[in-house]
Structures are given as C-alpha cells and as structure tokens.
C-alpha cells in the first residue's frame, strides 16, 4: 500500500468520544487530491503491534492544504481508537494510504439522498462540499443518539441548514425510511453510512420498495471481531503465523510481513480475499463482500474482518 | 443477421413479468405489444398502483376491447405513440423512486419509452421489455448517418443516401437503430442476395 506521511496539525473534541484531526503533508507539500467519499487507510505503531483504520475525510476535496478526520473512541476498540485518542498529539507524524473512494456520488443521479447515523456523517462532510460546489441537489437526514452526540450538527446547521435534517434519539426522533423512500422522486440514489442495524434497515427497505440495486450505496466501516486464536497455514510461502484473539487474519499477515492486499479493511470491497484450502474447525464470515453460495461453500475468506473457529486455517498464499 | 458469434450490443427481450417490490407499476404499450399486456394481466396482479399507457397505432388486430375487459387498472389510450410519448414524459416528472416499468412493441417504441426514462436517472436495464409484432429493425446509416425504419431485409436501401447497407447486430441504444454498412463498399456493384429476415 503506498503511503504518504502527515503530521498532525491540530485536534478538536467535537462531541462526545468525537476527535477531529487535521492533517498535513509532513514536508510541507500538497496532498492528493479526492473526491467526497473517500477513505484513508491511518497506520497505526501501538507498542507490540501495529493497527490499521479506515477513516473517512470529511474535508473540502478542494482543499489540498489539509485532511481531516474524526475518530469516534469506540468503547470495546481493540485499539486503533483508543490509539488515535490517547497517543497521537498535535505534531504527531502518521504514516496513511492515498485515499481510495469505495463510496462515490453516482454521477447520474438526479437526487441524493444522504442517510447518516453518528459517526457516519463524516463521508457526507466531505460529499456535501463537492454537491455544493457542483450544484447537485440532495438532503442529509442526520440521526444521533442525543445533541452531545451530534459530532458537525451545528456545522451543517449554518453550512446548509435547508437541505439537513437532524434527528435526535434521546428526544424520541427517528427517521420513517419506509416513508422517506417513498418520496423520493425518480432517479434518487440513497447513501447510508452508520451503524450495522440502520444501514441494513435502510438497504432491505429500499430494496422492498423496489430501488434498483445500483440506486442504493451504503458504507459501513466494520471492526474485526475479537475471537480465539489460530493458525493460518500458508501453502505457496510454508509459513505458519498465529492470529491472536484481538488481531485479525489481515493484521497477523501484514505483522508477519507477508504482502496482503486489502483495501476498505472492512469487508466490504472485495480487495482482501484469499483462498481457503482447507481448516480443522469452521470459518466465521464477517464481511458484506461474498455472496452466501461463497461463503457456505468453505472456499473464500476476507482476512479483514473474518476469522475462524479451528485449530488451522490453510490459505492458498 | 450475422452467425456463428455473439454480439454483446444485440438487445435481449424477455416476457414481461410484474415485479412485486416495487410502489407503484407504469405499463406502455403500442400496436401488437397490446398482447403482451394482455399476457401480463393473467398473471396475479401485484398490490400496488398500475398506470397503463396503451397506443393501438400501428396494431395488427384491435386489442383495445380486450384490454379495456381485462385491464383492472387506470388505462390510458393513446391516438399515436407522440401522445403516448408526451404523456409519459408528464408522467415521469411527478413520479416516485419504486415505479417499476415494463413495455412492448416495436424495437423503436421501447427505445423512445426507455429513453425518456433515462432522462428521469432510470438505467435501460431497469426497463422491462417486450418486443411483439414485426422484428423490422431500424437501421442508421453509418455513411450519411440518417435513419431507415421497418427493414424487413438484410439488406436496405438507405433513406437519405440511397447506398444499399448490410444490417448489422449491432445495436446503439442511444439511436434505438442498428448499424447499417455499405454493402458493396470493396467490390461495388457486388450484392448479396437481399432476403427477408426480419419479418
Ligand atoms: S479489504 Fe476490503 S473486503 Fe477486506
């Protein structure tokens, strides 16, 4: 993965267990340049392992000068954001991936329409400025558990208040997606990014309705789930590596050195996937990338997010 | 026609069949594609709204009387496929994001529906179609670009420059037309049999 360095410029608390980095280029120069939407992979060197993160850029794509991103402190973390909270300082240096943008603003669409739920606002950010500047005709519907929850909401409030609703759960406000699909007029594409259970409510509603497939985008950055550990067998470089209970196949990979692609690291993109030769226990899919055909059939696995329940796992690599 | 090898750009035609996900149905239909509707409605009717838009023009038989029987749904008919097209148009401006929409007809009918659609975000895969009637192809010349209507033949005379073009398979969706080629264009005054293919 190539990588450039940035150094922290400075950290905010946006809301609660929200921080807002902002990013340079460490020497001083323009950094790439991306369209709303896009991820960076932020390398992590925690003492004894090392922690790799998406993070979404919520900043103007025009604004070459800077990234940021927010980190939500996620309470049962294995890490990585316990690691941006408590030891990246302003001036820190940060190894990151170019941005890569697995969740693009359809080009055709004649309305869109943006679903966020906490901590998902922060792809929306950054795709509001390239709507704004395109002139692209949306609505933000902002979900959060209470106001000191609500990371941007006074942001968008003066930004573009006419085109965001906000709802706050602790006041009872939820979003209606059946009736908020319903209305939408031909040619919308959806875009949902938040927790696990709302982006899976939003997608199986508007696939009830009838929303074409292509017309509904979600993202959802999913952390590896803690299990046991095992080994991977590798066949092609007869090395065997130990996957410990709080690392994933990818992380026990890359810390072995071992060159593995991966590129959303969370299941989603499809990038990571390796062949299964074969296992003395069960393999526990975690993604949203294979289908269900491939994953009963034993044969695929994305090491990102998915692990297994075995002794060994033997990996055609 | 050409054989012995596939060509990607051929559309392909199915029967249509409702779509139960959906809010809300738009059907339309011309001349023979009067039958497919008619085919449509013997299968179990799906719950929501359906809209029919229905030209007889250009129809072998009058399907109007049996649609107008066995329609249960806001049927509209239409003098010529231009009204059609109009009211479609209207139609599309005020609807919802679940309107499944289905046609039959003629090759160049379901282009025009599917291409008004495209103008409201709706991909030609999200169209369900049925050719009925005449396989008679359009065709546009590749030499003089103008456009020959109900070729029966393999071979056509063009409308605008008079060359004799080989039909092609070869499909552009954004013309509703197949490729037309000067068929004598290495060895002029060499033309192949001219047979009726299309019929
Ligand atoms: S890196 Fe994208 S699915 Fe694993």
Redesign the pocket.
Known sequence: MSQLQVKVASIQDVSAGVRHFTLVDAHGGELPAFSGGSHIVVTMPAPGRTYRNAYSLLSSPEDRAHYEIAVHRQPQSRGGSIYMHEEVKVGSVLDISYPVNLFALSRVAKHHLLIAGGIGITPFMAQIHDLERLGGDYSLHYGFRSREHAAFADALKGRVSQRAVCYDESLGQRMDFDALLRAQPLGTHVYACGPQGMVEALVSTARALGWPEHHIHSEQFLAPPVGEPFTLKLSKSELEITVQGDMSM?EALEAAGVDA?????????????LEVLGTDGELQHH?H?LSDADKASGRKI????SRAKCGYLELNL | MERGYWIRSKPVYTALLWNDKATAHAVLAAGDGGLAVLKLFQQALPEQPITVFYSPAGADKDYLPALQAAVDADLRVFATTAELLAAWADYLATARMGLRIYTAGTEKFMWDVTDAAADFGILNQDVMKELTGSLARSVYCVHCKSLTHEVTSNIATCSGCGRQLFVRDHFSRRMGAYMGLMVDAENPGEVPQIEEIYP
Do not use: F, I, K
């Not at chain 1, 994305?302 to 997010?305: D, E, K, L, Y």
């Open positions: 990818l692609p991966s590129l959303c690291r969370g299941g989603a993109c499809g990038r990571c996937e993604d990338y994305m090491p990102c997010v």
